[in-house]
């Protein structure tokens, strides 16, 4: 099997065009082993009326959305998921199944009674706001994981540093690899990057700075964090702005509601761009700002930290596990406290004073996370898990 190609499915719950961190971290790796030749094919929901009831194929990757009429707290329910993925996981040699999801342990026995390849990536312990419902549904999707598993060969990480540290690995670390997420963002276009840089501080004096979030604007990220950290850095900066790339309210959270206050008060010195989808624009929005943060009191590994530094630019991350990663292996920034605005202001004031220090040339950010290396190690695994299955 070492020479040919893998009958690949590919199960979570929301694909492109839904973009977050995993949607776009799958959309990469799927497409990538599509490119090498590879039939893959990607389950998913079809959470929004507006995308089509029938299959799809995008960039070389058969999509297949099920109606799900309901969500429990973030996942989809469908109703025909178990004898669809029942059927798919007949037509394929191995199941590249991405947590945390209600459909672990499903998809755990489907691959067991069938003799199919079983390969997990996990991208972060299920953490989710506080509420009587939401720890069962946390608890309940844990369960489920468990299930998936013990009956998995091998289990794939962002991070040693997270893995060490995750609820949810700790019972299987002996079986886990670490595998870099796949980070490919286009170059920025420096006339765009002008553009964007004089209207976003226009009114300034050329005093301000540009601190960038990119992410939603949910409590597990802590964003208020960073806006309370922005009085610091104007005794400094004067003028200096957050530019906010993602999006802020959200049907399953209202913590952006429940800040308004503060949002109100610091309302002239934000500036909120919602979610942007061009991947040129998302690179010339990390190259328009000065430094990115990273204010988050949970965080897996957050790819933004290195699409940023791939665009030069900085970043001033928590201390906390998976977020730390990058800004370690890099140099190329700051680590603070969790929930500390004044840790979070001082560290931004010191990167604005020495940006030059903390940039590091492009060719050495790539010889720590490398696209082609990322696709290389989830291929092996792939053909491992489908040979471990027969």
Not at 37 to 42: D, E, L, M, P, S
Not at 66 to 77: D, E, K, N, Q, T
Not at 184 to 191: G, H, N, R, T
Request: proline letters at 6%.
């Amino acid at each position: 099997m070492t020479d040919t190609s893998l009958k690949i499915l590919i199960a979570l719950q929301y694909y492109v065009p839904h973009r977050t961190g995993l949607t776009l971290y799958v959309q990469r790796i799927a497409e990538a082993l599509a490119r090498r030749g590879h039939q893959v094919t990607v389950l998913t929901a079809r959470y929004n009326l507006s995308l089509p009831r029938d299959e799809q194929v995008i960039n070389g990757v058969r999509v297949i959305r099920l109606w799900a009429p309901f969500r429990v707290s973030r996942g989809m329910v469908m109703p025909a998921y178990p004898w669809a993925a029942w059927r798919l996981v007949q037509m394929h040699d191995v199941v590249s199944l991405h947590v945390p999801t209600l459909e672990t342990a499903l998809y755990a026995i489907y691959t067991r009674l069938q003799k199919k390849g079983l390969l997990i990536t996990h991208h972060g312990d299920l953490i989710l706001p506080q509420g009587a419902f939401n720890r069962f549904v946390q608890w309940f999707t844990f369960q489920l994981y468990l299930i998936a598993g013990r009956l998995a060969p091998r289990i794939i990480a962002y991070s040693s540093d997270y893995a060490d540290n995750s609820y949810y690995i700790a019972p299987f670390r002996q079986k886990t690899s670490v595998v870099y997420p796949p980070i490919d963002i286009p170059a920025p276009d420096p006339q765009r990057v002008e553009v964007l840089r004089e209207e976003w501080l226009g009114g300034t004096n050329g005093n301000g700075r540009l601190i960038g979030y990119a992410g939603r604007f949910v409590e597990e990220k802590r964003p208020d964090v960073l806006i309370k950290a922005l009085p610091i850095i104007q005794q400094k900066y004067p003028g200096t702005r957050i530019v906010f790339a993602g999006q802020y309210k959200l049907k399953y959270e209202h913590f952006y509601a429940r800040h308004q206050d503060l949002v109100q008060q610091h309302r002239d010195s934000l500036i909120f761009l919602d979610l942007i989808t061009d991947e040129q624009e998302v690179a010339n929005f990390y190259a328009a700002c000065d430094v990115l943060a990273l204010p988050s009191d949970t965080e897996c590994f957050a790819l933004v930290q290195v699409e940023a530094m791939r665009c030069g630019t900085p970043v001033v991350a928590t201390d906390i596990p998976g977020a730390r990663e990058v800004v370690k292996v890099t140099g190329m920034g700051e680590i603070v406290p969790p929930g500390n605005p004044q840790a979070m202001g001082e560290a931004l004031v010191r990167v604005l004073d020495n940006r030059d220090k903390y940039i590091k040339p492009l060719s050495e950010i790539d010889t720590i996370f490398n696209f082609e290396k990322t696709v290389d190690a989830y291929e092996q695994h792939l053909r491992s898990a489908f040979e471990a299955a027969q």
